[in-house]
């Protein structure tokens, strides 16, 4: 089964860190394109973070430069989001997706995605 599982939300004072995981199975993680989204009740699906696993090349929103950072490990077949610094702003469902080799941050050129974790930052 196709499938991406995030795990590691929560609830966070502004200034603190969480890390997000994204798990998948059932696919060839290291020829896929891996993001990260996020939606903001009464706002749009925004593209937070992009890898490319097969050259690790990255992309970042400007809104989380500096604070967030994207890293892959092919040996788990496992994404991650280490996010600092974190700010009300950031209060949103995060969502892991999946594409074959477009570094996109639009997330109609995902079609697989995960159910979603809580990221709460309180101020």
């Known amino acids: 089964e196709v499938q991406l599982v995030e795990s590691g939300g929560g609830l966070v004072q502004a200034g603190g860190s969480l890390r997000l995981s994204c798990k998948a199975s059932?696919?060839?993680?290291?020829?896929?394109?891996i993001g990260w989204f996020r939606q903001a009740p009464g706002k749009e699906c925004e593209g937070v973070s992009v890898?490319?696993?097969?050259?690790?090349?990255?992309y970042y929103a400007d809104s989380v430069k500096g604070r967030f950072t994207i890293s892959s490990d092919n040996t788990k077949n496992t994404v991650y989001l280490q996010m600092n610094n974190l700010e009300p702003e950031d209060t949103a469902l995060y969502f892991c997706?999946?594409?074959?080799?477009?570094?996109?941050?639009?997330?109609?050129?995902?079609?697989?995605w995960g159910q979603g974790t809580q990221v709460t930052v309180s101020s």
């Open positions: 059932g696919f060839t993680f290291a020829d896929y394109v």
């Open positions: 890898i490319r696993n097969f050259d690790g090349d990255t």
């Open positions: 997706a999946a594409n074959l080799m477009t570094l996109s941050r639009t997330p109609g050129q995902y079609d697989i």
